[in-house]
């Protein structure tokens, strides 16, 4: 949740994991499991999945 948190925060609602890690306390290792973009992973939110998930749980 705080990664979603901060992504939603991001202008472009994307970050890469040298952001994300230390946020959680993480290693970029361990935070990220996508493809890469040169050396660093990039995280987006999608606005379609965060509505659907919304859905799921009741929130909406």
Do not use: F
Not at 18 to 38: D, M, Q, Y
């Amino acid at each position: 949740m705080q990664l979603l948190e901060h992504l939603l925060r991001e202008h472009a609602r994307e970050d890469c994991t040298c952001n994300l890690a230390p946020l959680v306390k993480l290693s970029e290792s361990t935070v990220s499991h996508h493809p890469r973009r040169g050396m660093s992973v990039y995280y987006r939110v999608v606005a379609e999945a965060i509505t659907e998930m919304a859905q799921v749980l009741h929130v909406v």
